[in-house]
């Protein structure tokens, strides 16, 4: 599922909806415990979910889409 997982994404971040994503978890542990995905608006995170093979077979079994502030950033 992973090639269609990265698809979407690429797909998204091509359309400037999505501008970064990966997984995340403690440093040097593998598998992955989560990832994070930045995207340009509410709509593309919800499409993403809805469209990602690995929420739809299950690996993925939980998400949340959260709004994030940026205070700071490097000019």
């Known amino acids: 599922y992973r090639e269609g997982h990265l698809n979407l994404a690429k797909k998204l971040i ?5 501008l970064s994503g990966g997984p995340t978890g403690a440093p040097g ?3 992955p415990t989560g ?8 709509s593309a995170a919800e499409a993403f979910v809805a469209g990602d093979p690995y929420v739809s077979n299950g690996i993925v079994t939980g ?3 959260e709004e994030w502030n940026v205070v700071v950033q490097k000019e």
Not at 35 to 42: G, K, N, Q, Y
């Open 14 to 18: 091509e359309e400037g909806k999505c």
């Open 29 to 31: 542990v593998s598998p």
């Open 63 to 65: 998400h949340s889409i």
């Open 35 to 42: 990832a994070l995905f930045i995207f340009t608006e509410e």
